[in-house]
């Protein structure tokens, strides 16, 4: 019996955890739990559930507890953005099994983070679906023998819109993922194509591949959730049907497999799977993701802070989706890089980077919208 806390469960990946642990009560328990703002869901989780610990609204000692408490073996982290950070540090330190969904804290400080997590022996298990195939395709191989990782994309809702017509993309169109059905950040990042760009940073992280060897490739179905190829030319690929519930309990389960009633692939209903080159021109995010990937030091942690603030502007309609890119190339170009920062170097990017995102959106005549 695995006892596990859920950071974040009243989110996406959080409330798909809960079904996971429902549907398997003589492997898993819920120990403890936290929400942030959507306090009824919480509590009626607290009610179902009956963790030993909950936390809910803006409470870092209550949420260090959870990650500290010795009646948790593994910590499930969904929050969404920065605040994910200390958590996972929390969590790390206290030597737990974690399971990660958010990818904004390996973008952000993914040396540090892993770093520690190998001097303390703990394993970050991937729950993000791409890097849940990419760390099953791993599974016992040596890493020495890995060319390339393909790390697969649907394409989001405007995959093929022709560039003049995305200036009129509102936030509700920006929402409709073809694929996915996530919380509202990840899915703005998705239509952005900030998302992938987000992965190749978590995936150099999770396991230890340069950018270069990391190839982006579009693939609509999303059946194939990314591949590895080897020094031999052979290629492994996961496959599943796209609900985040399967990653998720494989996540909580490892290293073995448990039965799951959810759906198959179903081969010949899905036909044809098809393969293209990312459009780097339609979908300038991706390119300033790959740019902050290379750079490295506290660009990551820039971008990703100057993305935050640049979704937010959108969903708050005070920017078109177009001009979500041009705050984020604003900013990262106006950042002076340290190369080998700490964490308290990161933090201070972050927050720099907040502050100047602010401030080019402040500049309002600019914006077309
Ligand atoms: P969501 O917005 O649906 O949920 C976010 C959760 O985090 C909520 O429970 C919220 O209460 C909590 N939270 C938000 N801000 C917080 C703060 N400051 N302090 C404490 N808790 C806070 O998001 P989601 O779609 O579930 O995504 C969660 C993370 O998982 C993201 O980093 C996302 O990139 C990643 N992820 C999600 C999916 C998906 O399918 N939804 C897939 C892959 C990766
Ligand atoms: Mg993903």
């Known amino acids: 019996m695995k006892r ?46 009956r963790p030993q610990l909950v936390s809910s609204g803006d409470d870092p000692a209550a949420l260090r507890r959870i990650c500290t408490d010795r009646r948790v073996d593994h910590v499930l982290i969904a929050i969404s953005g920065a605040a994910a950070l200390d958590p996972l540090l929390w969590a790390i330190d206290a030597g737990k099994e974690i399971s990660l969904a958010n990818k904004e804290s390996l973008v952000m400080a993914g040396p ?43 394409g989001g809702p405007f995959r093929g819109m ?34 992938k760009g987000l992965e190749v940073i978590e995936a150099m992280h999770l396991f230890g591949v340069p950018c270069a060897r990391i190839k982006i490739i579009v693939h609509p179905e999303s059946v194939i959730h990314s591949m590895v190829e080897f020094i031999d030319g052979s290629v492994m690929a996961q496959l599943s049907a796209t609900d985040m519930r399967i990653p998720i309990q494989y996540a909580l389960s490892y290293p073995v497999r448990i039965p799951s009633s959810l759906s198959s692939v179903d081969f010949v209903k899905t036909g044809a799977l098809h393969f293209e080159e990312p459009d780097m021109d339609a979908f300038p995010c991706l390119g300033l993701a790959l740019r902050a990937a290379r750079t490295g030091g506290t660009m990551p942690a820039v971008m990703n802070a100057a993305n935050d603030a640049a979704v937010e502007a959108f969903c708050g309609r ?15 170009e106006a950042h002076r890089v340290k190369a080998r920062p700490d964490l308290d170097d990161i933090r201070g990017a972050d927050a720099w980077a907040r502050k100047k995102a602010s401030q080019t959106l402040g ?5 077309i919208c």
């Open 112 to 154: 540090l983070v892993m770093a520690r997590a190998e001097s303390r022996g703990v394993k970050i298990i991937p729950i993000d679906s791409e890097q849940s195939a990419i760390w099953q395709c791993l599974d016992k191989q040596d890493r020495k023998a890995v060319k390339r990782i393909y790390l697969t994309a649907s």
């Open 363 to 367: 500049k309002a005549k600019t914006w």
């Open 162 to 195: 022709p560039p003049a017509r995305m200036r009129d993309i509102s936030v509700p169109d920006a929402l409709k993922h073809p694929r996915w059905k996530m919380g509202t950040k990840i899915t703005i990042d998705s239509a952005t194509l900030m998302n």
């Open 318 to 332: 005070r920017i078109a989706f177009v001009e979500i890119p041009v705050v984020i190339r604003r900013v990262m």
């Open 4 to 49: 596990i806390a859920i950071l974040g469960s009243t989110g996406s990946i959080g409330t798909n955890a809960l079904e996971v642990i429902k549907s398997h009560p003589d492997e898993f328990r819920v120990t403890a739990l936290s929400g942030y703002s959507n306090v009824r869901l919480l509590d009626r989780q607290v009610r179902a559930f």
